[in-house]
């Protein structure tokens, strides 16, 4: 029982741990699109779903695109880029991850009241939009767009 007891906490801290966002990342895998759509299956999806998937895609592309310069591959870190990861530069990005998830706390009460009363086929276009813009940036820079 106390072996139990002990391999459940062992396991919940390892899991509070991982879902904490590494402040020297400069943006995380778990936040980036897993599956791309065709206009058949967004079709298929109600309106809340529609915007749901609008959101998270802006939310990609705010948090990927300031860093295009540096990478596009998500879990990378300072170190892997060469940058010192003293307490400066880890201040400074988790600054930066702080301000970027309050202006887009904001901006996604925002959208989810305005968006909503928009058509639901230009949501649908504008998702498929936001997708292509992700596939290029994953692209990177040295790919031919």
Request: negative net charge.
């Given at each position: 029982?106390?072996?139990?007891?002990?391999?459940?906490?062992?396991?919940?801290?390892?899991?509070?741990?991982?879902?904490?966002?590494?402040?020297?990342?400069?943006?995380?895998?778990?936040?980036?699109?897993?599956?791309f759509?065709?206009?058949e299956?967004l079709s298929?999806l109600?309106?809340?779903?529609?915007?749901?998937?609008y959101i998270?895609r802006i939310?990609?592309?705010?948090?990927?695109?300031?860093?295009?310069?540096?990478?596009?591959?998500?879990?990378?870190?300072?170190?892997d880029?060469g940058?010192?990861?003293?307490?400066?530069?880890?201040?400074?990005?988790?600054?930066?991850?702080?301000?970027?998830?309050?202006a887009?706390?904001?901006?996604?009460?925002?959208?989810?009241?305005?968006?909503?009363?928009?058509?639901?086929?230009?949501?649908?276009l504008?998702v498929?939009?936001?997708?292509?813009?992700?596939?290029?940036?994953?692209?990177?820079?040295?790919?031919?767009?």
């Amino acid at each position: 029982m106390k072996n139990l007891i002990s391999i459940i906490a062992i396991v919940f801290f390892v899991n509070l741990g991982m879902a904490q966002p590494k402040s020297n990342v400069l943006f995380e895998k778990e936040k980036t699109t897993l599956k791309f759509h065709t206009i058949e299956d967004l079709s298929e999806l109600k309106k809340g779903q529609l915007l749901e998937l609008y959101i998270s895609r802006i939310y990609e592309i705010s948090t990927i695109l300031p860093y295009m310069a540096l990478t596009n591959e998500a879990g990378v870190t300072l170190s892997d880029l060469g940058i010192r990861e003293n307490s400066e530069n880890t201040k400074i990005l988790e600054k930066q991850h702080e301000v970027n998830e309050a202006a887009f706390d904001y901006s996604k009460e925002t959208m989810k009241q305005f968006i909503a009363y928009a058509d639901t086929d230009k949501i649908m276009l504008s998702v498929l939009y936001f997708e292509e813009i992700i596939k290029k940036l994953r692209l990177g820079l040295e790919e031919d767009f």
